[in-house]
Every structure is written in C-alpha cells, then in structure tokens.
C-alpha cells in the first residue's frame, strides 16, 4: 500500500475511534508541509499545499507574482520565466510552480504520522478534561501512589488527582498504597491533561456521602437543606422532608444507625448531627444546638438575628462545644447568632439585675 493510501486509512480509522475529523487533521498536515519546505527556501516563501481528501494524493507549489523587474527571487517572477509555466502570464499574475511530488509525498507521510500522534492525544486529553469536568461535586475512589510537600497525589485510573494539605483533615492519617475516597472540588486544564484538586475537608463530601447512603435524598424525597463542617470534628446537617410519611431524620440515620454508620466510619469518627428543618427559627435554634437539652429560646433582636439560648447546667459545656465549636456550627447553620446561658447564669443575671433595680429606686 502506498504511503499516501495508509495515511487515508488511518484517517479514516482515527475519524471512526477518536472522533477527529479528518479534514481537520489534513489541513493541520497542509500547514506542516507548507512550514517544512520554508525551512528549505526560506521563511517568507509563499508556499501552498494541497492533499487530495479522496485519493490521498499531495500536491505542493510555490507561488510567486509576475514582475517587469525581480527584486525579491523568492516572491517574485519575470515575465518571461513566468509564461514558460503558464503562457497566459502577465504582470500582477500569481504564478504557481510545482514542487516535486514525490518530495512532499514522503514528508507528508512523515508529518501525518507526528499530527496523528499529536492531534490524538489532544484530543483524549480533550476527553479526559470534559469527562472529569462533569464529575465535579462527585465522589471518587483511588489509590495513593505519591505524597509531594504534604499534597496527596491519587491515581483515579484514567487520570491522576491531587488532595492539597488544605483540603485534608489534620487528624486523618494515609500511607502508600491505600485507597482513599474524596469529591472532586475543581478541574482545570493542564499541558498533561486534567488538573484535578480533591477535597476531604469540604462540606460536599459528607453531603454526597448521604446522597450515596441514603436513598431518600438521592430521591428528593429527603431535602438536606444546609450543612456545616469542622472538619474532623463535627458536621451538622438540617434536612427536610418533602412526603409528610417520611422522617427526614430517621430516614438518614437508618435502622440502628446502619446509613450514617458508614458516614461517621468514613470521616474517621467525626460526630454528626441531623437536625429537622423548621421555619420558626427558636424552634430551628433550638435542634441546632443539639446534642445538648435546650431549656427555652428566645429572641434578642429578630432584626439582628439574636437569640439567647438556655441550657439545663450540666449541658452547658455540651451545648458550646470543646473550643465553643458547638455553639458556632448551630450559628452558620442557622444563620443566627446565638448566645448560649446555663440556668444558674440566667438566674444570676435576672439576681443582679433585680439588685440594680433596687438601688436605682
């Protein structure tokens, strides 16, 4: 088979398997062809290149104008050179003079292959990108094959991706070898292919954790309406049902924990609070602040959004939180700023106050 014939044919093959299409590949080829020959005669050379789409055949002239007086040999042809190609040649004519066929057949061939090469990986890369692209907010699993500067490098099969040190829990702890599990946070694109950043630490990645776990939100049925993390620490989540038959709670905690068990196993034991949407607000106050017993809520400011909360006295530390990170999830969740008082406190206050009142008077 001739070389022009097996470049049709590859074409051809690539158009079918990679989706290229083969005119653009030719007229990439074209463009080779044309750049190699001005390497031979010079840069500025007008030169132009033609490969026949059906028989493959390369044909390639250099073209020059017609002139009284050649000044510039590489651009320019006297009228009486240019008549021996063409009779009908006048002054201002563009001359086309063949260049060698079989020349061009090789280098051709030679360039086809090296486009081929180039213009295949472009476009799996291309793939590649789009394909990961939609994948962003999802869960992927790999396996640890590098840890560079504290950034986790995972092999996700079709491409490699990286969790950052600022996209990992501080108290997780991962080796070689391990598979690992994260959500693609953001994809980027990058001379070698798609540039993928993981995320354990983002709220999105307990939030697909239940989406996989729980049937009912990946269904609507149950509505996660807001989530907060600390990574490592606790995640709370309020849910809402949209079928009044359903528990939005029970339906994500399971019979005996079974759903959120595998939640809490893979955040390596960060506790978890599901907590029940509601549209008054001391009520939402009230389950935000969970796991400890609320006593009363009530309203400081409803323009400000203030609220002071009053726990039983041996909630009180429960109701904060190691580090107040209790008390300040329960104020992101709720978008309200909460102040939490144990009975004693509030008595205390209410006592002082009462003692002001009477020095006043």
Known sequence: MTEKGEILMALEQIEKD???KKEDILMTIEGAIVSAYRKHVGKNANVEAKINLDSGEVTASIIKVVVENVVNPLLEISVQDAKKIEQNSYVGYEVRIPLDPQDFARIAAQTARQIIVQKIRESERDLLFAEMKEKVGQIVSGVIYRVTNGNIIVDLGKTEAMLPMSEQVIKEKFSIGQHIRAVIMKVEKNAKGPRVILSRANAEFVKRLFEIEVPEIYEKVVEIVSIVREPGIRTKISVLSNNPRVDPVGACVGVKGAR???????????????????LDPLKYIASAVSPAKVVSVVTISEKDKKAEVLIANDMLSLAIGRSGHNVRLAAKLTGWYVEIKSEEEKKEEIRKGLEEQKEVS
């Open 260 to 278: 959120v068990k595998p939640i809490i196993d893979e955040l390596r034991g960060e506790k978890i609070d599901l907590i029940s949407y509601s």
């Open 18 to 20: 990679k989706k290229l």
